[in-house]
């Protein structure tokens, strides 16, 4: 069993910056770890995600913007958002698939608002 805690999550101004952190309770340093989001009444897209090699995918509409990384040796994942947008509001989730176990944050809320 490998619980994610997600932090980092607040209000910021648009343009601004927010760096958010997940950190699995096991050794997870040979899985991917992602970073969904979910907005009000929208489905949960994916956002971002570093394989356990540090191979990173971006979706489209953050690239540029966000990037993911990784310390193993914390077996934490990291996503460093800039210039964020009224559009990245969401409730952001670390996920993790070990296997056949899917594992998920509880989430962390970010509001980009003036």
């Known amino acids: 069993q490998v619980q994610l805690v997600e932090s980092g999550g607040g209000l910021v101004q648009p343009g601004g910056s927010l760096r958010l952190s997940c950190t699995a309770s096991a050794d997870v340093r040979i899985f991917a770890m992602d970073w969904y989001r979910q907005a009000p009444g929208k489905q949960r897209e994916l956002v971002a995600q570093?394989?356990?090699?540090?191979?990173?995918k971006n979706q489209d509409s953050v690239k540029g913007r966000f990037t993911i990384s990784r310390d193993n040796a914390k077996n934490t994942a990291y996503l460093q958002m800039n210039s964020l947008k009224p559009e990245d509001t969401a409730l952001y989730y670390c996920?993790?698939?070990?296997?056949?176990?899917?594992?998920w944050g509880q989430g962390t809320q970010v509001t980009v608002s003036s």
């Open positions: 570093i394989t356990g090699a540090g191979r990173q």
């Open positions: 996920h993790l698939m070990a296997g056949t176990n899917d594992y």
